[in-house]
């Protein structure tokens, strides 16, 4: 069957005067994914700072307070007090007021000036088990540091392996560098869903939706017209949202742009697809709304944005396969962190465009079965 551009053309105006002419729809487009990522940027770290601890000191002597010191020097650790028994310490855990809680015993110096092993208990709040692990990490680090400097002198077999860590791609471990690119693609994903995923159902609630009936527009016109704003809506959204992650959060671009943007038309391409399924299904755009958000949860707790696919059970895994999200994070970490060509993308590139393929002849049987 024949496609016409200029109906083509035609139709992707009036979708893109649809989407522009009120301003409420152009704030939604441009305003909450800048607010959402600066919020987002800022606030979704996985690094912990000013972590609140107390201390119950029974050692005067000048280890212990050696070591004291070196958490209350550290960005990862915020001293708020000591205290003076274990009654203590335990209701300043209970009542929140400290994440951690560090007891030394009253033979600490003594202990390590003669050689002999000394204990420190460190106490942390396990209702929040991610921030507890991580605590716990940063104080074990700073644990080493000082049995290096000061346990080894001072025993009879000082230690013989030092531990020299190197991290590549991120060389100071930035969180931000890993969490602001994966909230580019959930952006892009969320403003493209919302465009195309509206669209049929407020053609409906305006009364036109009729009007494509007698129109002589086959399914794969419509289609297209439909489509074609979503690609510039979710290009220009997904370019601004790459430079605020460049020039604002200063998050390293050290790849290709084209490797990107050929990635980004792959997701756009799936994207589109989903949306217009989505619009194709919904009455109202109440319901293409709930429908938009129904996919956008799965498919960000499945791409891998805040924990790990080898994580997740067997099935989980398989299902994230279907995620074009999945392979887009990808796309993007790779890109501003790793250096990475579009040679080193080619097995995220063909998922995304299959899941792309896929969707957009399931969008046409659906639009063909509404104009049917």
């Known amino acids: 069957m024949e496609l016409s551009l200029r109906r083509i053309l035609a139709l992707a105006i009036k979708e893109f005067l649809s989407l522009l002419r009120n301003p409420a729809s ?14 987002f940027g800022y606030a979704a770290t996985y690094d912990l700072k000013h972590v609140p601890f107390v201390v119950y000191n029974q050692d005067s002597g000048r280890l212990s307070r050696d070591f004291i ?3 209350a020097g550290s960005p990862s650790f915020e001293m708020i007090g000591d205290v003076q028994d274990q009654r203590a310490l335990q209701r300043a855990v209970d009542s929140q007021t400290a994440l ?13 000036e003669q050689g002999r092993t000394s204990h420190v208990q460190f106490i942390v ?3 929040d088990s991610n921030t507890a ?6 104080a074990q680090t700073i ?8 346990l080894a002198p001072h025993s009879r077999a000082p230690a013989a392996t030092v531990v020299l860590d190197r991290a590549w791609f991120n060389p100071n471990l930035e969180s931000r560098w890993f969490i602001v690119p994966g909230i580019a693609g959930i952006l892009t994903l969320l403003v493209t869903l919302l465009s195309t995923g509206l669209s049929v159902a407020r053609e409906r609630e305006m009364g036109t939706f009729d009007q494509l009936l007698v129109t002589p527009m086959n399914p794969q016109e419509i289609l297209a017209g439909k489509a074609l704003p ?7 959204e997904a370019t601004l949202i790459i430079a605020v992650a460049i020039l604002w959060f200063r998050v390293p671009f050290t790849g290709s742009f084209w490797a990107l943007y050929l990635g980004l038309f792959c997701f756009l391409l799936s994207s589109i697809g989903i949306g217009l399924m989505i619009s194709a299904l919904a009455l109202t755009q109440q319901q293409g709304l709930l429908g938009t958000f129904l996919f956008m949860v799965p498919a960000i707790v499945l791409s891998g944005f805040a924990t790990p696919i080898a994580n997740m059970p067997k099935v989980v895994r398989y299902i994230t396969l279907i995620d074009p999200l999945r392979y887009f994070l990808v796309i993007l970490r790779a890109s501003f962190l790793e250096g990475a060509g579009a040679s080193l993308l080619w097995h995220q590139y063909w998922p995304l ?3 792309g393929i896929l969707s957009m002849i399931v969008a046409e049987r659906l639009f063909r079965g509404r104009l049917g």
């Open 230 to 236: 979503g690609f510039v809506v979710g290009t220009l």
């Open 133 to 138: 692990a991580l605590a716990l990490g940063y």
């Open 125 to 127: 709040d396990g209702r």
């Open 26 to 39: 152009r704030a939604v487009l441009i305003g909450p994914p800048i607010i959402q990522l600066l919020v």
């Open 69 to 71: 010191a070196r958490f």
């Open 100 to 112: 951690m809680a560090v007891s030394i015993g009253p033979q600490f110096t003594s202990d390590l």
């Open 353 to 355: 465009a299959t899941i």
């Open 143 to 150: 644990v080493t540091a000082f049995n290096r400097e000061h």
